[in-house]
Each structure stands twice: as C-alpha cells, then as structure tokens.
C-alpha cells in the first residue's frame, strides 16, 4: 500500500559529488514537494513543483535543483554535495483543489555527506 | 497561515486518553486546522482536519473552540505506537501552488507503559 516511495532509506556521498534523490507517487497527484528535517529546525521545504515541468523554489533552495519530466517523478538533485547538506530529506505529494485529502509523505531518505 | 503554539512535549499513559493542545489564536475564517504525526524516522502522516466543528475519524477526534482560537486532538486510547511528534498547521483549504505546508516544532508525545 506504499503510495509515496523514495529509492533510497538511507545514503552516503562524498563532498562534491553530484547526488540524485528521486521520489515516485501511484497517486496521480499534480503537487509535489521536497523537505528537509534537520533536529531543532523541523521541516523546511527546498522545492515543489504544481504540474509537469512546472517548479518553485521553497524556502531554502540554494544548493539544490529539481526536475519533474512524468507526473509521478520528481527528483531532488544535489548539483554539488556538502556536508551541511547532510539531513533527512522528505519527500511529499498532494491533489490540487481543497485539501480535502492532505499530504502524503515518504519514508524519507538519510543522506550523510562526508 | 496563521502561526501555532503547541507545548514541546507530553507524557501519556497506555491505554488512557491524550490530549494535545494547540493555539493558534490569529487563525482566520478560511483556514483550516490540520493534524499530523511523525513517527521517528518515518515521513509525517496525516490524521486529521476541521474547520469549525468538531471531527473524528478512526485515528482521532478534534475538538475546535467556539471562537475557533484553539484546537485539542484527542488519542481516546493511546498505544505505545502513538509515540510521536504531532505537528498542529492552520492553513487555508485549497491545495495550489501558493498554499504550502508548514511545519513547526510539534509536540513530542510519549506514551508509557
């Protein structure tokens, strides 16, 4: 019954490297969205994306890119890692119109940075 | 969206009641109260929404105040499993592109044996 699906739980890169996080959702959901939960900051959104193609920068998305080429896909790309960069990233998505069904989320992907 | 007052931590006994308080006392007439929960180490998930009466689904209930001011949820009987952060938002009813989700600090409820 997994509806929202991250490729991976857990992640290590290397400084520089350039990392790809893709999320996947079976729900035919138009908004997409990704976060990032650090302790004592709590969830802070990087990007969404309300249609294919379509993107908006969240509050914090300097470091970061995304793409949204299929209506289920949208990926977190990380153009070039750094250790501050390390935290859980949350993947999310919604329908468009009232918000009758909420968000939902993904398992979410740890991603350390050395 | 209006902005959320919830206490940092709770304890609650297993099998008794939990409630958890919210205030949010700039909410306005077309915004919505939502409940999440996030379990440690698993994405938040979705319990609850009202706008003015009071709901209950399978997971909770949520008590509104008349004045719409504040907002309780109610566990009825709490497991060890609801252990978990619960996030209170207030944000209007319409899911666009202007509308985001926005997390604040949550209270951190333990459940105990």
């Known amino acids: 019954d997994v509806k929202v699906t991250q490729s991976s739980r857990y992640l290590v890169k290397r400084t520089g490297e350039k990392v790809f996080l893709e999320c996947v959702q079976d729900m035919d959901h138009e908004n997409m969205f990704w976060y990032r939960q650090d302790p004592g900051l709590g969830l802070r959104l990087i990007y969404f994306?309300?249609?294919?193609?379509?993107?908006e920068k969240g509050d914090i998305p300097e470091g970061y890119s995304v793409s949204r080429e299929k209506k289920e896909r949208f990926s977190l790309i990380l153009e070039s890692a750094s250790t501050n960069q390390t935290s859980m990233y949350l993947c999310?998505?919604?329908?468009?119109?009232?918000?009758?069904?909420?968000?939902?989320f993904g398992s979410g992907t740890r991603l350390t940075v050395v | 969206d209006a902005k959320t007052t919830q206490p940092p931590s709770m304890d609650c006994a297993e099998g008794r009641a939990a409630n958890l308080p919210c205030n949010h006392s700039?909410?306005?007439?077309?915004?919505?109260v939502y409940w999440y929960r996030q379990i440690h180490s698993q994405g938040p998930q979705y319990i609850i929404h009202g706008l003015k009466n009071n709901e209950t689904n399978e997971m909770a209930s949520l008590i509104i105040t008349e004045d719409r001011k504040s907002s309780t949820l109610i566990l009825p009987h709490a497991t060890l499993r609801d252990t978990a952060v619960y996030y209170c938002?207030?944000?209007?009813?319409?899911?666009?592109?202007?509308?985001?989700?926005?997390f604040g600090g949550g209270t951190r409820l333990m459940v105990k044996p």
């Open positions: 700039t909410i306005s007439g077309n915004e919505y």
């Open positions: 999310a998505s919604s329908p468009t119109g009232h918000l009758f069904y909420g968000y939902t």
């Open positions: 938002i207030v944000r209007v009813g319409v899911n666009n592109a202007g509308n985001m989700l926005t």
């Open positions: 994306s309300y249609d294919v193609k379509m993107k």
